[in-house]
Every structure is written in structure tokens, then in C-alpha cells.
Nanobody, 126 residues
């Protein structure tokens, strides 16, 4: 079992940058594929980015490709989401998720993740 805590959310101007962090408890962090999702008011939860256990494989949602970067530091039990060139439509609550997967697998559906953080709000002003 793993517990996830997101941080780094806040208010940022359009065109700016923000880095989210997701700290995981437990000793087996390197067994988990990690994902970032977001949910804006009135909208469904959306896949943002995912990363494999070792960090060798990453996937991104179409709306963030080229602007966001997911990474992880297994020694620190932490996953990051670097958000660059943010837009007002990036405003949402961002959630970190984890699930035990084979080394090269990166789930992209929220139903494939068992563990979730509480979320952190990101607001982009125009």
C-alpha cells in the first residue's frame, strides 16, 4: 500500500511555469507506475501524464504534450510534473495516482490506478 501527497499547486499567470510534486510513503515506490490526472469544474477527470516504474517510459495527454514533463526520483519516493507555458484551460485540481505495474507499463486510464492523492489546486490566470 502507498499513500500519496501532492504539493506545489497555486496561482500562476498564463505563460508561466509551476512544478507539482507527489511524495509517496512506503519502501516499494519503484514498483509503482505513476500518473497525473486533473479535473476541472464540471468536467471529467483527464489523464495528464504517466511514467513507468523506472522512469524509462512516459506518456502525455494531447492537451499537454510539449508543455508538461513528468519525472520521478525513486530515491526520494517522489514524482514531479513540470508545467511550462501554462494556459487558463490548465486550471484544475491535479491528482497523483499510483499502481503496481510491470516495468514498461504506463496506465492512462484512471480506473487502472488503485492509489490516489488528495489533489492540489492549480489556477492559471489570463
Amino acid at each position: 500500500q502507498v499513500q500519496l501527497v501532492e504539493s506545489g499547486g497555486g496561482l500562476v499567470q498564463a505563460g508561466g511555469s509551476l512544478r507539482l510534486s507527489c511524495a509517496a510513503s512506503g519502501r516499494t515506490f519503484s514498483s509503482y507506475a505513476m500518473g497525473w490526472f486533473r479535473q476541472a469544474p464540471g468536467k471529467e477527470r483527464e489523464f495528464v501524464a504517466g511514467i513507468s516504474r523506472s522512469g524509462g517510459y512516459t506518456y502525455y495527454g494531447d492537451s499537454v504534450k510539449g508543455r508538461f514533463t513528468i519525472s520521478r526520483d525513486n530515491a526520494k519516493n517522489t514524482t514531479y510534473l513540470q508545467m511550462n507555458s501554462v494556459k487558463p484551460e490548465d486550471t484544475a485540481v491535479y491528482y497523483c495516482a499510483a499502481d503496481i505495474r510491470p516495468p514498461t507499463v504506463v496506465p492512462r486510464n484512471q480506473n487502472q490506478y488503485k492509489y490516489w492523492g488528495q489533489g492540489t489546486q492549480v489556477t492559471v490566470s489570463s
